[in-house]
């Protein structure tokens, strides 16, 4: 079955310090691998995707995020953290269109991310 | 430009009443997605649309479950006889062909 994992549901990190939100995926192929922020009472904004190419991926905000597929993984990064980016993050893949569901996000369920000043 | 927009932002309404949910996508986004985000999970994929055309409805929870988009824009999400666990935020996203998915606010229903 084609999911994807968010092992942590919450990660806590002092400002200035570096952060990473940790993600993997069982889908067949190379699926498109996308990390979205949600701010309370606000929907999804798009932080960053994968596609091809370089496996780490620049985005939004400073945030980064590294593909790995021997390891299914693609977490996300930032090297120095803000309050500001306390927030809900969701880890998302969208399947190849050979395994179905090309049309459609799977997500993680999510991991809140705590900046302590 | 003008982002997803949805309505209501909430909505309350008894059990077993029918509700509807509106969506306005993104101008020129063919694709139109509804997603559900119950309290402390992830977000769920209900439908997805195509222009006017739904190829995809395997996310539908039941057959009250229900969903129409007309003129390729415009998307109404409806659930009738609502039991307490359709209670969540319902989002709706749109794209332009095989791009990535812009979110709206969400619509917070609650089913007492």
């Known amino acids: 079955a084609q999911s994807v994992a968010q092992p942590e549901d919450q990660v806590n990190v002092a400002e200035g310090n570096p952060l990473t939100v940790k993600c993997t995926y069982s889908?067949?192929?190379?699926?498109?691998l996308f990390w979205y922020v949600q701010y309370p009472n606000r929907g999804l904004q798009f932080l960053l995707k994968?596609?091809?190419?370089?496996?780490l991926v620049k985005g939004s905000y400073g945030f980064e995020a590294e593909f790995n597929k021997s390891q299914t993984s693609f977490h996300l990064k930032k090297p120095s953290a803000l309050v500001s980016d306390s927030a809900l993050y969701f880890c998302?893949?969208?399947?190849?269109?050979?395994?179905?569901?090309?049309?459609?996000?799977?997500f993680g369920a999510g991991t809140r991310l705590a900046v302590h000043p | 430009g003008a982002g997803v927009s949805q309505s209501p932002s909430n909505k309350v309404t008894e059990k077993g009443k029918d509700v509807e949910l509106r969506c306005d996508p993104i101008?020129?986004?063919?694709?139109l997605y509804w997603y559900r985000q119950s309290l402390g999970q992830g977000l769920e994929f209900l439908i997805y649309?195509?222009?006017?055309?739904?190829?995809?409805k395997s996310g539908l929870p039941s057959d009250r479950f229900s969903a129409e988009r007309t003129g390729g824009s415009v998307s109404t999400l409806t659930i009738q006889r609502t039991q307490q666990e359709d209670s969540a935020v319902y989002l709706c996203?749109?794209?332009?062909?095989?791009?990535?998915?812009?979110f709206g606010p969400g619509t917070r229903l609650t089913v007492t």
């Open positions: 996203a749109s794209s332009p062909m095989r791009g990535e998915q812009y």
């Open positions: 889908v067949s192929g190379n699926p498109y």
């Open positions: 994968y596609i091809t190419g370089d496996n």
């Open positions: 998302a893949v969208r399947p190849p269109s050979f395994s179905g569901g090309y049309n459609k996000l799977i």
């Open positions: 101008s020129g986004h063919t694709a």
């Open positions: 649309f195509q222009g006017n055309s739904a190829p995809d």
